[in-house]
């Protein structure tokens, strides 16, 4: 069955440091990936898609690389802050199908 | 409204009862979604509405889960027969249209059944 894995222990990082996380996914030829900010109590907050043509998408501090032959994404904050510290959600997708499947996201803790 | 709109937004029930979760998409989103979502967990896809078609069901854990979308606008989520593996916190998103675009999630409505 299709499988995504996202590092479940928290991940602590100092402030200006960069901050990298990290999706696996098994079973899955997935045609685009996104990644997604949740807060405790609110919902998840989109923050970048790529597609599976892309090797790398950058914005503002955030990068996020895909590598279909590793079948892994890593998602990169730079210069990071203590307002980073969230849990970040991988969810992947296929044109064809408009479900996606989620991980169950790592949480960023950026310690000052 | 300005964003996804979900009431409310705690919810403690008995088991056994029926509750009704109400979702507020933004204005002109034709894709709606429906996920649970349990501690440690990822999102588990419930129900999927696109403007007019028929609605994806194939994630409704059981037949005491339905959910219906009114004039392609409001969605509401209703659990019969509330059991303790229902609590969870339940995400309503919406989307422009139903393929690869993204999803504005609500803030969610915590259901804890007792």
Not at chain 1, 46 to 58: A, G, P, S, V
Not at chain 2, 50 to 70: I, V
Not at chain 2, 94 to 102: A, V, W
């Amino acid at each position: 069955s299709q499988k995504i894995e996202q590092n479940s222990e928290a991940l602590n990082i100092q402030e200006g440091k960069t901050a990298t996380l990290t999706c696996n996914y098994t079973n899955y030829s997935p045609a685009y990936l996104q990644w997604y900010r949740q807060d405790p109590g609110r919902g998840p907050v989109f923050l970048l898609l790529i597609r599976e043509n892309e090797k790398e998408k950058r914005k503002e501090r955030l990068k996020v690389t895909f590598d279909t032959t590793l079948k892994q994404s890593l998602f990169h904050i730079t210069a990071s802050q203590p307002a980073d510290s969230a849990t970040y959600l991988c969810a992947l997708g296929g044109d064809s199908n408009y479900q996606l499947i989620w991980g169950a996201g790592t949480k960023l803790i950026i310690k000052p | 409204g300005a964003g996804v709109s979900q009431s409310p937004s705690n919810k403690v029930t008995e088991k056994g009862k029926d509750v009704e979760l109400r979702c507020d998409p933004i204005s002109g989103h034709t894709a709606l979604y429906w996920y649970r979502q349990s501690l440690g967990q990822g999102l588990e896809f419930l129900i999927y509405f696109q403007g007019n078609s028929a609605p994806d069901k194939s994630g409704l854990p059981s037949d005491r889960f339905s959910a219906e979308r009114t004039g392609g606008s409001v969605s509401t989520l209703t659990i019969q027969r509330t059991q303790q593996e229902d609590s969870a916190v339940y995400l309503c998103a919406s989307s422009l249209g139903p393929l690869n675009t993204e999803a504005f999630f609500g803030q969610g409505t915590r259901l804890t059944v007792v």
